[in-house]
């Protein structure tokens, strides 16, 4: 008798089994009525794997990227709204340590011309701290950067460095010409 009703259980609970994940798999990269990118999704991109949430297209919720050639290494993580990185985000180094920490998001609209006559257009920018794999700071600014600080950012205004210890070593200025 008990051999059967274990039977019964695990036939009447297989279907629910096998299709269990389903539901949740629909609810990944899913576009709206309109074609945008909607809710939750996960995507490849270059090194990484991301996971970010979308609202009409845009980028709106916490925003996580691993290495894929390390799939449980976070590199990055953060919030968007509306398309655009706000809050505190942190970066990763490649054995999990803090490497940097972008915050206090902001637009620039003109195009800026630094020392030496280069001109540089970036319309955001970020205060920016670097570390060392120790966790000691190791330099911190303002970053200019196009469309991700991490990838293409440009030392601007007053910038601090350390040493290992996390004693001021310098202060240079990256200020326009």
């Not at 054995?95 to 195009?111: A, C, N, P, V, Y």
């Not at 800026?112 to 670097?130: D, E, M, Q």
Request: proline residues 3%; charged residues 25%; glycine residues 10%.
């Amino acid at each position: 008798m008990k051999i059967r009703i274990v039977w019964i259980s695990f036939f009447l609970l297989l279907p629910s089994l096998l299709f269990a994940q389903k539901g949740y798999n629909d609810q990944i990269n899913r576009y709206n009525d309109k074609g945008q990118k909607e809710g939750y999704w996960i995507e490849d991109r270059g090194f990484d794997r991301i996971e970010t949430y979308y609202e009409n297209g845009k980028k709106s919720g916490l925003f996580k990227s691993y290495s894929k050639s390390t799939p449980s290494t976070l590199r990055y993580f953060g919030e968007y709204a509306d398309d655009t990185m706000v809050g505190i985000w942190f970066t990763f180094g490649d054995k999990g340590h803090l490497f940097q920490i972008d915050s206090d998001f902001g637009e620039i609209r003109d195009t800026i011309r630094l020392k030496g006559n280069v001109t540089y257009y970036a319309p955001f920018t970020c205060h920016t701290k670097f570390f060392y794999p120790n966790g000691k700071i190791r330099s911190e600014g303002t970053l200019l950067y196009g469309d991700d600080p991490q990838l293409d950012g440009q030392e601007y205004g007053e910038w601090k460095y350390y040493d290992k210890n996390g004693n001021l070593t310098e202060t240079k200025h990256f200020d326009c010409s």
